[in-house]
């Protein structure tokens, strides 16, 4: 089962949820597999403190043109959306940056003079944090696109009972890259109105994309009943709530896990997944407005 963590903003508390969860998950027996794929700001290792044993570069296929063969027909411009590949007069310019690596440019090139070259983007690690299987994708400073990566990181998932999915914030591309393939979602946070505005961008999201989901309201003590009173007008499960402990921030600032030095967050992410295996396995119940 792939169970994907996001949020609609930064900040709400996602990787602690991610984290917590997964470590909870490998004590109660499950062979589990965390995948990091906020791959412009990873941080789940710094709560897992994993032992990385494979540490290799990513690549993505970008054109490269052979001018000695180009009629300068403009065939690979006009297919290509993003206008990576262009056709100016007797010349063909390549940018990479903006290259999604979907090969087109090369299959309508008539003269056979576009090939695909590898190109590094980042890099993926591969190590185990006690019971946890560890995965992160960490992206080149000043690469311009992230998805290539964590699709990436996602097909390097070990097979396992349970793969945790530390999704990057908010609601563009990378999340929607992250999520795609889950078999439940799970949208972290907060009881202000900025994270109540951003869930329902992420809600709008998770519906688009037909994926079961709940929520995990952070520092659930500290805001107002807007959130809480949104979720039950739209039929959506609140699967925990976390207090606004200080407890929890001082082991967060030091790098270490709520469950494993406090006994009632242990049984309450225990509790979570439990909640998320039953309420995945009923419809009525998910979260879509069924």
Same mark, same amino acid.
């Given at each position: 089962?792939?169970?994907? !963590?996001?949020?609609?903003?930064?900040?709400?508390?996602?990787?602690?949820?991610?984290?917590?969860?997964?470590?909870?998950?490998?004590?109660?027996?499950?062979?589990?597999?965390?995948?990091?794929?906020?791959?412009?700001?990873?941080?789940?290792?710094?709560?897992?403190?994993?032992?990385?044993?494979?540490?290799?570069?990513?690549?993505?296929?970008?054109?490269?043109?052979?001018?000695?063969?180009?009629?300068?027909?403009?065939?690979?411009?006009?297919?290509?959306?993003?206008?990576?590949?262009?056709?100016?007069?007797?010349?063909?310019? !390549?940018?990479?940056?903006?290259?999604?690596?979907?090969?087109?440019?090369?299959?309508?090139?008539?003269?056979?003079?576009?090939?695909?070259?590898?190109?590094?983007?980042?890099?993926?690690?591969?190590?185990?944090?006690?019971? !946890?299987?560890?995965?992160?994708?960490?992206?080149?400073?000043?690469?311009?696109?992230?998805?290539?990566?964590?699709?990436?990181?996602?097909?390097?998932?070990?097979?396992?009972?349970?793969?945790?999915?530390?999704?990057?914030?908010?609601?563009?591309?990378?999340?929607?890259?992250?999520?795609?393939?889950?078999?439940?979602?799970?949208?972290?946070?907060?009881?202000?109105?900025?994270?109540?505005?951003?869930?329902?961008?992420?809600?709008?999201?998770?519906?688009?994309?037909?994926?079961?989901?709940?929520? !995990?309201?952070?520092?659930?003590?500290?805001?107002?009943?807007?959130?809480?009173?949104?979720?039950?007008?739209?039929?959506?499960?609140?699967?925990?709530?976390?207090?606004?402990?200080?407890?929890?921030?001082?082991?967060?600032?030091?790098?270490?896990?709520?469950?494993?030095?406090?006994?009632?967050?242990?049984?309450?992410?225990?509790?979570?997944?439990?909640?998320?295996?039953?309420?995945?396995?009923?419809?009525?119940?998910?979260?879509?407005?069924?």
């Amino acid at each position: 089962m792939k169970i994907a !963590v996001a949020s609609g903003k930064g900040g709400t508390g996602k990787t602690t949820v991610a984290t917590n969860l997964a470590w909870v998950a490998s004590d109660r027996g499950h062979g589990v597999a965390y995948l990091d794929c906020d791959v412009e700001e990873p941080n789940g290792h710094l709560f897992l403190n994993p032992r990385i044993s494979v540490s290799e570069p990513a690549t993505r296929l970008v054109p490269e043109v052979d001018e000695a063969k180009c009629t300068y027909c403009g065939r690979c411009g006009e297919i290509c959306q993003f206008s990576a590949i262009v056709c100016l007069g007797r010349a063909i310019v !390549v940018n990479p940056d903006m290259c999604h690596a979907c090969g087109g440019c090369k299959l309508v090139c008539p003269t056979g003079a576009i090939t695909e070259v590898p190109r590094e983007m980042g890099r993926i690690d591969r190590g185990d944090a006690a019971k !946890v299987q560890f995965v992160r994708g960490l992206l080149n400073v000043g690469e311009a696109m992230s998805p290539p990566l964590i699709r990436k990181v996602l097909a390097a998932a070990p097979h396992t009972d349970l793969v945790l999915i530390d999704a990057p914030p908010g609601t563009s591309c990378p999340v929607i890259a992250s999520l795609r393939g889950s078999d439940y979602v799970l949208l972290v946070t907060e009881p202000t109105p900025f994270g109540l505005h951003d869930l329902k961008l992420a809600v709008d999201m998770v519906r688009a994309l037909k994926l079961p989901f709940g929520v !995990v309201i952070n520092r659930a003590d500290s805001g107002d009943e807007r959130t809480r009173a949104y979720c039950a007008s739209n039929r959506i499960p609140i699967l925990l709530e976390i207090p606004d402990d200080r407890r929890v921030a001082e082991a967060y600032s030091r790098g270490e896990l709520a469950c494993v030095g406090m006994d009632e967050y242990r049984e309450a992410f225990a509790n979570l997944l439990n909640r998320i295996l039953e309420v995945a396995q009923s419809p009525r119940q998910t979260g879509m407005g069924a």
